[in-house]
């Protein structure tokens, strides 16, 4: 091979040479950074509920009985009303005063209702019928008779303490605060439940033996740290769990944490305690390294 040959081999070496440096350097600008959203950790309490049952119950009922012997003459209400204490429910006659037409009314006698509350049951409801002494007239009850009766499991007996308060699910799923008012000494002997009666802080009238749902929140009540649930990583076994956090403008690494209670969309971090305005991956930081560098998505 000849001196010129040497020499156009040598240049196009060199050539080749210098067009792959920046192809690689272009390579080593082009590796993509994972991109993740971040989220920051805020002070609470997750409440930590024990599910019960319990049904509405009316501790006293109004039951009204005919005080004479005698026709019901005037019928002034209707099943389902409310009433208020001494409105005139009912008027009857003695049979001797009814068989005499009197209209001065002699032998007359108005029954009013003895408590505030609604009429539940009516056993009169027209004029001209005859009703025994002592005979059913209607029941109300009381509005301020209302109670929530608790089924509680022994177990959690220390929870059941009067001034205790619970929140109450109703049928239609709507939510009210009831208060630990009696605790009943009594067990039942297959459920190994005790009664606790609750009262409701409830306006509108409920009626009697609805099944409802109760929760009672047994968590002490102090400020913790609370972090979105979607921040939490863990191993297949669920018994480790890991933070992604953010500790400069574009480096992150895991963190071992301890949990506390948990919702739906929240969780409690016991451990380790972060500072103020700590920022932790919530979303792309699934399978990233111990100290990863990664795009931050606004």
């Known amino acids: 091979m000849n001196s010129s040959s040497k020499t156009v081999l040598f240049l196009l070496a060199l050539a080749l040479l210098f067009s792959c440096k ?4 272009e390579r080593a600008g082009s590796i993509s950074k994972a991109q993740v ?3 920051g950790i805020t002070k609470g309490n997750i409440p930590d509920y024990i599910e019960l ?12 009985v005919a005080p004479i012997s005698g026709y019901i003459t005037k019928v002034n209400v209707q099943q389902g009303d409310k009433v208020k204490k001494g409105d005139l429910l009912f008027e009857m006659q003695s049979p001797e005063a009814y068989v005499m037409n ?3 009314k002699f032998g007359s006698v108005r029954i009013k209702a003895t408590t505030t ?18 005979s059913a007239m209607c029941t ?5 008779d209302l109670k929530l009766q608790v089924n509680f499991p022994f177990e959690f007996d220390k929870y059941a303490k009067i001034g205790n308060k619970c929140k109450v699910i109703l049928p239609d799923s709507s939510v009210i605060t009831g208060t630990f008012t009696n605790i009943l000494p009594q067990i039942d002997e297959v459920s190994q439940t005790e009664k606790v009666l609750a009262d409701l802080n409830n306006k509108s009238f409920i009626p009697e033996n609805i099944i409802v749902k109760v929760l009672f929140d047994k968590s002490t009540k102090h400020e913790v740290q609370v972090l979105a649930k979607e921040c939490i990583q863990t191993n297949a076994l669920m018994s480790e769990f890991w933070v992604m956090k953010l500790i400069n403008d574009s480096t992150v690494v895991k963190i071992p944490v301890q949990t506390g209670n ?7 971090i016991l451990l380790p305690l972060f500072e103020e305005g700590a920022k932790f991956v919530s979303e792309g930081g699934y399978g990233l390294g111990d100290t990863t560098i990664v795009g931050i998505i606004k």
């Open 22 to 25: 920046p192809q690689t350097k």
């Open 37 to 39: 959203r971040l989220t």
């Open 53 to 64: 049952s319990g049904k509405t119950i009316y501790l006293n009922k109004s039951n009204l």
């Open 102 to 104: 009197d209209d001065n």
């Open 117 to 134: 509350g609604q009429l539940v049951s009516l056993s009169i409801v027209n004029t001209g019928v005859f009703a025994d002494k002592g």
């Open 140 to 144: 109300i009850l009381s509005s301020n």
């Open 262 to 268: 948990q919702s739906h969309d929240k969780i409690e």
